[in-house]
C-alpha cells in the first residue's frame, strides 16, 4: 500500500512543479492511470508475499531434507561400519573353519592309522594265538582297541589265581607280539560270573577274584616275558560287566574271563586335540 501512495504524491508533485492546469480529459487519464498502477502494485505485492510463502516453505523443505540427508549419511555410515564388522568376522569364521577342517583332516589321518594299526595287530595276534582259540580264546576290534579276550578255564583251575601250563603257554605266544609292538598299551581286566567265592582264602568276593587274577597275568607277562611294565594296567571289574547276562552255564562261562584290551599310543592325537 505504500507503494501506491508514494506513487499518487508523485503524480501530485509533478502536476504542481508543471503549473499547469489540467483539463478533465488530462485528469481523468491520470486518474486512470494511478488506478492502473495501484492494481498493478497490489498484484506485485500478493506476488512478492506469495514468493515469501514459498520461499519460506522451500527453506523449510529443504531443512526436512538436510535432516533426512543427515539421518540416511548416519545409518549409511553405521551400515558402513557393521558392514565391515561383519566382513571382518566372515574372515575370521572362514580361517578358523579352515583351521579346524585341516584338523578334522588331521585326526581322520591319526584314527585311520590307528585302525590300520588295530586290524594289523589283531592279524598278528590271531595267527599267534591261532592254537588257543579253540580253547576259549578270542580276538576282535572294539573302538579302534584290540580286545584279547580268554576264558578263565585256559588260565586257571577253578577258583584259582594262579595260572597253568596251558595259560602260561598262551600268554607266551601273546608276549612274543607285545614285545614286537613297543608303541601298544596293555590293560589286563579280570571279569567273573555272578556266583559268589566261598571258601577261597584270602579271595573274599568276585572283586578279589577279579583283581588277583588280572594281577597274576600282569606278573606272569612283566616277570617271566619281561613285557616292559610302564605299558600294563592290572584292574578288577568283578561280575559288573558281562558279556552274555543270561543264568545258563554257557553264560556264565562266558563271563568269566581274563580280558587283555590293547591300545596304540595316539600322542599325535591327544597333541593335536590339546593345541
Known amino acids: 500500500m505504500k507503494i501506491k501512495y508514494y506513487i499518487l504524491a508523485i503524480l501530485l508533485l509533478s ?11 488530462a485528469y481523468n487519464a491520470l ?3 494511478r488506478d492502473s498502477l495501484s492494481t498493478r502494485t497490489t498484484t506485485l505485492e500478493a506476488q512478492v508475499a506469495q514468493l515469501r510463502a514459498d520461499t519460506a516453505r522451500i527453506h523449510k523443505a529443504i531443512a526436512d531434507l538436510q535432516s533426512r540427508y543427515n539421518t540416511l549419511s548416519d545409518n549409511y555410515n553405521q551400515a558402513n561400519k557393521n558392514l565391515d564388522k561383519t566382513s571382518s568376522r566372515v ?17 581322520e589321518e591319526i584314527l585311520r592309522k590307528r585302525d590300520e594299526a588295530a586290524n594289523a595287530l589283531r592279524a598278528k595276534l590271531q595267527q599267534a594265538l591261532l592254537g588257543f582259540q579253540q580253547s576259549g ?11 584279547v579276550s580268554l576264558a578263565d578255564k ?4 577253578s577258583g584259582s589265581i594262579v595260572i597253568d601250563e596251558r595259560g602260561k603257554a598262551a600268554l607266551k605266544q601273546f608276549a612274543e607280539v607285545l614285545n614286537k609292538e613297543s608303541d601298544i598299551y596293555i590293560a589286563v581286566e579280570g571279569h567273573t560270573d555272578t556266583k559268589k567265592v566261598y571258601n577261597l582264602g584270602q579271595i573274599k568276593d568276585n ?22 611294565p610302564v605299558r600294563l594296567t592290572a584292574t578288577g571289574k568283578g561280575q559288573y560287566q558281562p558279556l552274555d547276562p543270561g543264568t545258563t552255564p554257557d553264560a556264565l562261562a562266558k ?21
Request: charged share 30%; glycine share 2%.
Open 31 to 33: 486518474v486512470a492511470e
Open 255 to 275: 563271563n568269566r574271563r581274563i580280558e587283555i584290551v590293547l591300545t596304540p599310543k595316539l600322542d599325535e592325537l591327544y597333541n593335536l586335540i590339546n593345541k
Open 91 to 107: 574372515s575370521q569364521l572362514s580361517s578358523d573353519l579352515q583351521k579346524r577342517e585341516a584338523r578334522l583332516k588331521e585326526v
Open 15 to 25: 502536476g504542481l512543479h508543471s503549473c499547469k492546469i489540467l483539463s478533465n480529459k
Open 207 to 228: 572283586w578279589d577274584l577279579s583283581v588277583l587274577r588280572a594281577t597274576s597275568v600282569t606278573r606272569y607277562l612283566t616277570d617271566v616275558e619281561h613285557v616292559d
Open 154 to 157: 585256559l588260565l586257571f583251575p
Open 137 to 147: 580264546l578270542s580276538v576282535d576290534i572294539r573302538n579302534g582297541k584290540v580286545y
